[in-house]
């Protein structure tokens, strides 16, 4: 099957400026992920959707930080005006049902986007 | 303070046993998961063990989980340079509405040298 696909996989920008990920899950996946991994750290969750609703963006910083998943498939990351502290990964993760129904919840991840901020 | 500790670095010779070590702080969590990193990749599951489970193996892998004291343990026997990556320790929590949030740890990096 196919991977969680990221783009851009990398991108530079300056600082105030704006910048936007895209994902696309796996198939089927109704659950998915977006986390920042700054380098030397474990990816920190910044929002969780079921389907196109928000589960969880409560580390998400809404003054800059935006995301959506319409239509309950691909989703968007969007940072403005991005900062410094804004370089890192952007990792996206699918997962098939991130509800506590039976099973674990194994995430599927993508490549993730590597933001530069100068 | 981070929910999901890890040491940060691990140096093994080739053929070793590596051992790479993890404690939480939720005793809810219901299943804990290792994942590999590679660099310039997006993060793969290893294994995973759920909460009632004290242990699991897996060809190679080897997961200890003791829950009275929160601490999970990943055992890679006859360690290959292949092996060399980050690995990642991680809990799901079932937060309110059923949902699980996967939060994970810093990363240990496994270098293996010959």
């Known amino acids: ?118 | 303070g981070e929910d999901v500790e890890q040491s940060l670095f691990l140096s093994v010779r080739e053929g070793d046993s590596s051992v790479i070590n993890c404690t939480y702080t939720d005793s809810s969590s219901t299943y804990l998961y290792w994942y590999k990193q590679e660099p310039g990749a997006g993060l793969q599951l290893l294994t995973y063990i759920f909460s009632n489970m004290d242990m699991k193996q897996d060809q190679r892998l080897t997961v200890l989980l003791n829950k009275k004291d929160k601490h999970l343990s990943l055992r890679i026997a006859d360690t290959q340079t292949g092996d060399s990556a980050i690995y990642f320790c991680a809990e799901s929590v079932v937060a309110s509405g059923g949902s699980y949030i996967p939060t994970f740890g810093r990363g240990t990096s496994l270098i293996v040298h010959p």
Not at chain 1, 10 to 22: D, G, L, N, P
Not at chain 1, 33 to 42: E, K
Not at chain 1, 87 to 104: D, F, K, P
Request: hydrophobic share 40%; aromatic share 8%; proline share 4%.
């Open chain 1, 1 to 118: 099957e196919a991977g969680v696909a990221q783009s851009p996989r990398y991108k530079i920008i300056e600082k105030r400026q704006s910048v936007a990920f895209w994902c696309n899950p796996i198939s089927g996946h109704a659950t998915l992920y977006w986390y920042q991994q700054i380098l030397g750290q474990g990816p920190k969750l910044l929002i969780q959707f079921q389907n196109n609703g928000v589960v969880d963006d409560s580390q998400l910083p809404k003054d800059r930080f935006s995301a959506e998943r319409l239509k309950g498939v691909d989703s968007t990351l969007k940072i403005q005006p991005a900062k410094l502290e804004d370089s890192a990964v952007y990792l996206c993760a699918s997962s098939l049902e991130g509800r506590a129904i039976s099973g674990a919840n194994v995430l599927t991840f993508g490549a993730g986007s590597r933001l530069t901020v100068l």
